[in-house]
């Protein structure tokens, strides 16, 4: 299975330097809705069969022309919502940099919980578990593996991200997620591998095309891609 996480195009509050949280009411700008119409070509002749947001204005917009385009029925997941930033929520980015917080939030965001609001540890247990489960489900309706979008926000995918890695939440600062960007995890019995991150470029498709078959080794060569059980080729 295999997913696309989606940032929502750039919104009033990305050009305000605000920080939108949940507020109501929040909408993409003319910017933003440029990316949403341009995510039609972007993602052109790969075979979504399904399409998850969160239930928040920014994403809804976001969605909306590829879900014409394709003739699908976006559903809404609660669990993919963006973090509960508290009495954080709209308020100046400026101001919050001043924060004792802000500094937890960018050095150990494992330890960060916004006053009022949640920890971004629970935002990525939420999430993940979420995502996870979409994929699982989406695997049993349709019979087989499936490529699906899940349209949310920046620290969200971040979070994902950062699971499908295998690193800590606490490097989760390193990961970017712009507006309107695409990244890509499949989801796999072994393990998740993380196919791209931050994709902004004009179409997807040729990105996630299969490389060509590998030449066959010949006895006793290690193929190049792969180390020997134990991590090294020596």
Known sequence: M??????????????????AGRSEGVDLDDRGREQA???????????????????????ERTVEPLAEALNLQP????????????????????????????????QQPSAAVFPDGEGLAHVQARAVAAI??????????????????ACTHGDVIKSVLADALGTHLDSFQRINADPASVSVIRYTPMRPFVIHVNHTGTALNAALSAPPPAEKPQDGDVPSGDAVVGGSTE
């Open 2 to 19: 295999t997913v696309l996480l989606l940032r929502h195009g750039r919104s009033t509050s990305n050009t305000a330097h605000t920080l």
């Open 37 to 59: 119409s341009a995510l039609v070509d972007r993602l052109a002749g790969l075979p979504i069969k399904a399409i998850v947001r969160s239930p928040l204005l920014r994403c």
């Open 75 to 106: 559903i809404v997941d609660e669990r993919i919502i963006e973090v509960d930033y508290g009495s954080w929520t709209g308020r100046k980015i400026s101001d919050l940099v001043k924060e004792p917080l802000w500094g937890v939030v960018q």
């Open 132 to 149: 996870r489960d979409c994929d699982r489900r989406l695997a049993d309706d349709h019979g087989s593996d499936v490529l699906w979008v």
